[in-house]
């Protein structure tokens, strides 16, 4: 079977593993998507993402500053990197030891502790970036973001779909026409605790934590973990912590040493 240069890190590190030291990555700038294609083909031996010239456009055009998939000081060795912002802020594709279902190559963005979970492929993140940019410039005709997504981002999403849908509101519009995403999902929650309505916390917690919406990432049981201890459900967030702690560590979306993870320890 033919490996790459990846091929040496296939096997997932455990959670148990030592968090990176977190190293700005390098800013090797890339001008155009050839780079990023032979690298996934050639070195990562995977199939690139259909619209993967389309989403470096994209995250060019948002200001992104599109990097070379060798610049990778500081980055677990499955990512791939994509572009950085004007904050640091790494976007990359995962290639996965052995991909999970629907999972094949998901865009994340390059943490601290990991890895955060942005799309869970590259038609599905390019949709997203369209409605966020639709729903945030109503009263403006700037099509920039739209025109650089070319005929992707047409069949993906039309303009001016998020008014006429008459859904108000940004995330429920995301969850319910483009697709489920962790930080929606766990801003959701934040909101019903708000509200004062623990109820739909916890149902909502528990929907995000269903092993089959995410799989292979360990933030939703930690985060789940984190909900059972806010509540004083301490066995429930025990049990989420031991769930969350069989994950590699790079998909935590903490430090190992949270107080949420700490229970999970404790009791195994």
């Known amino acids: 079977m033919k490996m790459g240069v990846m091929g040496a890190i296939h096997r997932a590190p455990c959670a148990a593993a030592l968090p990176l030291r977190h ?33 470096l456009k994209v995250l060019r055009t948002r200001g992104d500053t599109i ?6 000081q500081g980055i677990i060795p499955l990512a791939i ?14 290639r996965w030891p052995t991909a999970p279902s629907g999972m094949e190559m998901p865009v994340v963005e390059v943490r601290k502790h990991g890895v955060w979970l942005l799309g869970k ?5 390019i949709h997203r970036l369209l409605v966020e940019e639709d729903a945030h410039h109503l009263e403006e005709n700037n099509s920039e973001l739209y025109d650089a997504s070319s005929e992707a981002g047409k069949k993906l999403y039309q303009r001016g779909d998020f008014a006429e849908s008459n859904i108000t509101n940004l995330d429920s ?15 959701k929650v934040t909101q019903h605790f708000e509200q004062g ?9 528990e929907f995000y934590a269903k092993k089959d919406l995410f799989p292979g990432f360990g933030r939703p049981f930690v985060f789940n973990a984190e909900i059972m201890l806010k509540v004083g459900r301490i066995s ?32 195994k």
């Open 23 to 55: 190293v700005r990555a390098r800013p090797i700038r890339c001008s155009s998507s050839s780079g990023h294609v032979s690298f996934i083909r050639d070195i990562a031996v995977a199939n690139p993402p259909e619209h993967l010239d389309e989403l």
């Open 81 to 94: 990197p994509l572009s950085e912002n004007s904050s640091g802020a790494v976007t990359a594709l995962l």
């Open 236 to 267: 429930e967030a025990k049990d989420s912590a031991r769930v969350a702690l069989k994950s590699p560590w790079w998909t935590l979306g903490c430090a190992y040493e949270s107080p949420a993870l700490h229970n999970g320890r404790m009791s």
């Open 173 to 187: 519009y995301l969850l319910s026409k483009v697709g489920l995403f962790p930080d929606v999902l766990e801003h």
């Open 197 to 205: 309505d623990h109820v739909s916390a916890l149902v909502t917690g």
């Open 121 to 125: 492929n590259v038609d599905q993140y």
């Open 67 to 72: 990097v070379s998939p060798g610049s990778r």
